[in-house]
């Protein structure tokens, strides 16, 4: 990198971080008070989502620790029996996660109900409303239906109060995948609309084309205002680049300080090699069209190794591929190790009899793409392309032939 370019791009995140910083003026931060449960079963979201809703309401006095298999119970008992609905084959609907909170653990003096609205930023007002009123963490749909998430925190540039229309700039959710382990995310509002959030719920039933959560019922009127970013361009940055952003970033935001990603400024964390991710929200667009890519920047302890040599990861930044600009920072309820590039190519080589891999002329891309293979960002899977096939690798080593759909409230 020229000395002029680093000028640059240190000038463009000073104004950046600046806007982000002066913007700022109110927080909800749930993050002590909520558990991170990972999902014991590939289609458990909304039974772990409840589960750490319930074992996260304010007052520890009325927490209340469900087992998943408990909760799955109640919400089986009490899915909606809308024909339309049972023939989505919802694992957890709303009515189902509504009732099993109501049956579990009621909140004292209130209740839950389901806030279901064509406008995101209808439903998202009433979320940030609500925990502004009661600081209990809300669920939510993401990825159009096809997953259950907990929010636990926010930022906007003002109060979120009956009549007013904030500005959303950050939100924090406790996702129950990576199964059996879980994460917690901070993203920029820009990015929850234009991946978690990028569009409502598209099963058809009572929930079609609607943003849905399951928070309590006050009665205020707002909306919320979030920016757009541009995620694409011309230009690849470097590894090199992306690490140098994401330690920057990890400055100016302060990202250890907070204490859900304080690991980041502990003695002998440091950066893993930086993991480049195609994302393609949408299923289906062709190889060529120009669609998002970013970053993943792990971090973790210099003493933490397991096979070949390889490091554990516990916090990740994501920054954006082609402008460097933060998007991400999360951390997972257990260290994870990434799947090397070497070991997706071995395991796809064993699939298809064994060949060395060389011999098969192997392609390999790590790529996010909600579906029955993973919900988070943080957690890619590799595409191998062998001749005119195709295979999936995701990052426990296990082979997909097709990426599935979720299934929806999986």
Aim: with cysteine.
């Amino acid at each position: 990198m020229t000395k002029k370019s680093t000028q640059i791009m240190l000038i463009s995140l000073f104004l950046m971080v600046f806007t982000q910083l002066t913007w700022a003026q109110h927080d909800i931060d749930l993050t002590g008070n909520v558990p991170i449960y990972g999902q014991e079963s590939c289609i458990w979201c909304g039974a772990a989502s409840a589960q750490m809703i319930m074992d996260g309401y304010p007052n520890p006095a009325d927490r209340v620790f469900h087992t998943q298999q408990d909760i799955w119970n109640t919400i089986q008992a009490n899915n909606s029996t809308d024909a339309t609905d049972v023939a989505q084959g919802w694992a957890t609907d709303p009515l189902g996660l509504r009732e099993a909170l109501r049956n579990l653990n009621p909140p004292p003096g209130g209740t839950w109900n389901i806030h279901a609205n064509t406008s995101r930023d209808t439903v998202m007002f009433d979320i940030l409303y609500w925990m502004n009123r009661n600081d209990y963490p809300v669920a939510t749909l993401i990825n159009r239906g096809g997953h259950w998430v907990v929010i636990v925190g926010y930022e906007t540039d003002i109060e979120p109060v009956s009549g007013s229309t904030p500005t959303l700039q950050e939100i924090t959710i406790n996702d129950p995948e990576p199964h059996n382990v879980g994460s917690q995310s901070t993203m920029t509002a820009a990015v929850w609309y234009a991946t978690d959030w990028v569009g409502p719920v598209w099963y058809a039933g009572t929930w079609d084309n609607r943003y849905v959560a399951v928070i309590e019922p006050p009665v205020a009127k707002g909306r919320v205002k979030v920016g757009r970013i541009k995620r694409i361009g011309d230009k690849i940055i470097s590894p090199q680049e992306a690490v140098r952003y994401a330690r920057t970033w990890i400055e100016k935001l302060e990202l250890g300080k907070k204490p859900s990603y304080a690991i980041l400024r502990k003695k002998g964390v440091k950066e893993l090699e930086p993991l480049l991710v195609r994302e393609q929200i949408k299923p289906g667009p062709e190889e060529q069209e120009k669609v998002p890519h970013y970053y993943i920047v792990p971090f973790g302890f210099e003493h933490e190794i397991v096979q070949c040599g390889q490091r554990l990861a516990r916090a990740c930044v994501i920054v954006n591929a082609y402008t460097g600009q933060f998007e991400e920072v999360g951390t997972f309820g257990k260290p994870v190790r990434y799947l090397p590039q070497k070991e997706a190519l071995n395991v796809v080589a064993r699939s298809l009899g064994r060949t060395p891999p060389e011999k098969l002329r192997l392609r390999a891309t790590l790529m996010f793409q909600p579906s029955d293979i993973t919900h988070i960002r943080l957690y890619p899977f590799w595409k191998v392309t062998a001749a005119n096939r195709v295979l999936y690798v995701d990052q426990l080593g296990e082979v997909h032939t097709t990426i599935k759909p979720s299934v929806p409230g999986d």
